[in-house]
């Protein structure tokens, strides 16, 4: 059964500092691969998705994220984050019919 | 492009009524639309699955009698909570997918916060 995992609930970091946050999948086949953003109180925002080709993908506001197939993981990075970016972030993987599973979520926390 | 709209944004209800909200695709055409539900501080959790014309499919668990959905436009689905319980309270986000090109995602609505008294 598909199943995305972001081991990490919360993340604290200091506004500048660089970013990483973890998602590991399960899929037997090629996933697709999302990362979304949402703020309190609003919808999904998507950041990023990965299809196929490049295993490194940029999003907007300054996220990337890379794909590594033998390691199950898409992991969302940013070299120096803002305050602004204090978000909640959720990783999701889509099958071929489409139907999203979304990890539980990461809330960030950036400090001033 | 690849808008979708949710209405209304937030509703207040009393226990025992029914409650309707829209989820609309402003400019293409929904083949899928997708209803989920996601509860404070907690992920998304799909409810059901519905194709234009046909009736929803929905996920293990979700009850087809208390969320009733109707997708009777390739732009428009709905989603009535019927007899409204305060623990039917929850923030509603749709999504929708067009038919074009080798994979097509969802696209999500803003969201509708449903507080039932």
């Given at each position: 059964a598909q199943?995305?995992t972001?081991?990490?609930?919360?993340?604290t970091v200091s506004?500048?500092?660089s970013?990483e946050l973890?998602?590991?999948?399960?899929y037997g086949?090629?996933?697709y691969?999302?990362?979304?953003?949402q703020s309190?109180g609003?919808?999904?925002?998507l950041?990023?998705?990965y299809f196929?080709?490049?295993?490194?993908?940029?999003?907007?506001?300054?996220f990337?994220a890379?794909f590594k197939?033998?390691?199950s993981?898409?992991?969302l990075r940013k070299?120096?984050?803002?305050w602004s970016?204090?978000?909640?972030?959720?990783?999701a993987v889509?099958?071929?019919t489409y139907?999203?599973?979304?990890?539980?979520?990461?809330?960030?926390?950036?400090?001033a | 492009g690849?808008?979708?709209?949710?209405?209304?944004s937030w509703?207040?209800?009393k226990?025992?009524?029914?409650?309707k909200i829209?989820?609309r695709?402003?400019d293409?055409?929904?083949?899928t639309m997708?209803?989920?539900?996601q509860?404070?501080?907690?992920?998304?959790?799909l409810?059901a699955?519905s194709?234009e014309?046909?009736?929803?499919?929905y996920e293990?668990g979700?009850e087809k009698?208390?969320?009733?959905?109707?997708?009777?436009?390739?732009?428009?689905?709905?989603?009535t909570?019927t007899?409204a319980?305060?623990?039917?309270?929850?923030?509603y986000?749709?999504s929708?997918r067009?038919?074009w090109?080798?994979?097509n995602?969802?696209f999500f609505g803003?969201g509708?916060?449903?507080t039932?008294?």
């Amino acid at each position: 059964a598909q199943s995305v995992t972001q081991p990490d609930i919360h993340i604290t970091v200091s506004e500048g500092a660089s970013l990483e946050l973890r998602c590991n999948y399960s899929y037997g086949a090629t996933p697709y691969l999302f990362w979304y953003v949402q703020s309190p109180g609003q919808g999904l925002q998507l950041l990023l998705k990965y299809f196929s080709g490049d295993t490194l993908v940029q999003g907007i506001k300054g996220f990337e994220a890379e794909f590594k197939r033998s390691q199950s993981s898409f992991n969302l990075r940013k070299p120096s984050v803002h305050w602004s970016d204090a978000a909640e972030y959720f990783c999701a993987v889509a099958s071929r019919t489409y139907k999203y599973i979304f990890g539980t979520g990461t809330r960030l926390k950036v400090l001033a | 492009g690849a808008v979708v709209s949710q209405h209304p944004s937030w509703v207040i209800c009393k226990s025992g009524t029914s409650v309707k909200i829209e989820c609309r695709s402003l400019d293409f055409q929904a083949t899928t639309m997708f209803w989920y539900r996601q509860f404070p501080k907690q992920s998304l959790m799909l409810m059901a699955t519905s194709n234009e014309g046909s009736k929803a499919t929905y996920e293990q668990g979700v009850e087809k009698d208390k969320f009733l959905i109707n997708h009777a436009s390739l732009t428009l689905s709905t989603l009535t909570v019927t007899s409204a319980h305060p623990e039917d309270s929850s923030f509603y986000i749709c999504s929708a997918r067009g038919d074009w090109g080798s994979y097509n995602e969802q696209f999500f609505g803003p969201g509708t916060r449903l507080t039932v008294l």
